[in-house]
């Protein structure tokens, strides 16, 4: 194939796959700027505690024990409010949920209208207008949702528009959004993951559009930079007059915006392509559920005694029972508060040594040499967050298996944070960093993270605008252009 054949093929991709796909990259630019700023509805942690009343102490009469199985092997128990009344939301090794009321010890069943209304109310601090059960809606779509379908709806009065979620199987609150966070994703996220309920419904069909659509656009972008290098003309080689660029007008501004944007637009469009991680590649099996359950140690999590944990309990919304590193633990949290651990057995402060913490993590890999250990007391690449806090100090244990795990391990309780092979860390680079930025030096000089994403993104957004107009120009007109 010689030369002028090879020019020929790269001009007819680039124009006609991009006459195509032009509109989507105007699409993705513009909504990513608004996912910057405003992210899909969720209901963080914080917010759910806010939300939860305080634990009526005086109600709390049976244990976790009371109406559950001897034989279950808890993983977890959580002690909070289902509406007035106590409730253990019990959790088992083999993924078995069990809910009782703490006041009677009975089988808490499934949430109806009524009461699916007066914890909405309560949660909300606002009247419930209405209130109806779904599957799913756009907002509630995600897999995670799952295990609470069918789901209640509940609209609450005020000019904000909120609408709150209830599971019906467990009668907690799982989503809250509001009109304006409503209003911008289908400017923002909705477009931008191509996430429409009606395609993201069905996630194998909607995971291979998202592959196959991004696919066509590396394509164009690649070809574009190919050809906007060899029509760009440095020193002696100017056009006349000085220009660099042979164009004029439209294709003048789709031709400079298109190399100054052209590294990050490949980035961007091949890191979002990785977003569903086509084939698998970066998929991991990861720490085993029995290796999880050997590093936590305790075959029957204690029966808390309730009037020592009352007292030191007393205004807490949650108290969670877990165990790690060989020690059954208890939680206890307020909202705006640290969270208050002790030893579930005695409910004593927990003191946990470094030597204990590593036999146990040893067990997470059996066989397996651990290699290195690392106090993190400052954010670095791999343990960071984008917003808030992350958490500090922490441990890194690094193994030498085949697929080079680390298992991050909070000092002060043993209990696991994260695990993350060479795969994963790989993924951290060719996804977070080139399609979120969430270089460490960036986070930590705000608001240098946001101005880059802008900058570079109004680049791309010029380049694909002036497309989106050069491309209907020679559509309607086709010797023009």
Not at 28 to 54: C, D, I, N, R, Y
Not at 191 to 218: D, F, K, T
Request: proline letters at 5%; glycine letters at 8%; a neutral charge.
């Amino acid at each position: 194939m010689n030369r002028r054949t090879v020019k020929y093929w790269l001009y007819f991709v680039h124009r006609w796959i991009g006459i195509a796909t032009c509109l989507l990259f105007v699409l993705w630019f513009a909504s990513g700027l608004v996912m910057l700023h405003v992210p899909f509805p969720s209901l963080g942690a914080e917010e759910q505690l806010e939300g939860l009343p305080p634990i009526e102490w005086s109600k709390v009469r049976q244990g976790p024990y009371a109406g559950a199985d001897d034989s279950l092997e808890l993983r977890e128990m959580v002690l909070e409010m289902r509406g007035d009344r106590p409730v253990w939301r019990l959790s088992a090794w083999d993924g078995a949920v069990l809910t009782l009321w703490a006041d009677t010890g009975a089988t808490a069943g499934k949430a109806n209208a009524a009461e699916a209304t007066a914890i909405a109310a309560a949660f909300g601090k606002a009247e419930v207008t209405a209130i109806r059960l779904i599957h799913n809606d756009q907002w509630s779509v995600p897999n995670g949702f799952d295990a609470h379908r069918p789901l209640w709806k509940a609209e609450l009065a005020g000019g904000a528009g909120k609408v709150l979620y209830v599971s019906s199987k467990g009668g907690s609150v799982v989503l809250d959004t509001d009109a304006r966070e409503r209003f911008w994703n289908w400017l923002g996220s909705i477009p931008h993951w191509l996430y429409p309920r009606a395609l993201r419904e069905n996630q194998p069909l909607w995971r291979q559009v998202v592959m196959w659509v991004s696919g066509p656009c590396i394509i164009v972008a690649l070809t574009g930079i190919w050809i906007g290098l060899t029509r760009l003309r440095m020193g002696k080689r100017r056009f006349g007059g000085g220009r660099m660029t042979p164009y004029r007008g439209w294709m003048k501004w789709h031709h400079v915006s298109g190399l100054l944007g052209s590294a990050f637009l490949i980035m961007w469009i091949f890191s979002g392509w990785l977003s569903v991680d086509p084939f698998r590649l970066f998929a991991s099996d990861g720490v085993s559920d029995e290796a999880v359950h050997s590093y936590a140690g305790v075959d029957r999590l204690p029966d808390p005694d309730l009037g020592r944990l009352r007292f030191i309990a007393e205004g807490a919304r949650r108290v969670i029972v877990t165990s790690a590193a060989g020690h059954a633990l208890a939680r206890v949290q307020q909202p705006d508060r640290q969270d208050l651990v002790v030893e579930a057995s005695s409910l004593e402060l927990l003191a946990l040594s470094d030597r204990q913490i590593g036999e146990a993590a040893a067990r997470l890999l059996p066989g397996t040499p651990i290699v290195g250990v690392d106090t993190l007391t400052e954010p670095d690449a791999y343990w960071y967050t984008i917003h808030g806090e992350v958490q500090l100090p922490v441990l890194r244990f690094r193994f030498d298996d085949p697929d080079e795990t680390w298992i991050h391990i909070a000092p002060k309780t043993g209990e696991l944070l994260s695990q993350a092979d060479s795969r994963r860390r790989t993924y951290r680079w060719l996804f977070d960093l080139i399609h979120r930025w969430d270089l460490t030096l960036l986070l930590g000089n705000w608001p240098a993270r946001e101005l880059l994403i802008w900058l570079m993104s109004l680049a791309g957004l010029i380049s694909s605008v002036t497309a989106v107009y050069i491309g209907w120009k020679r559509l309607k007109w086709p010797s023009a252009a």
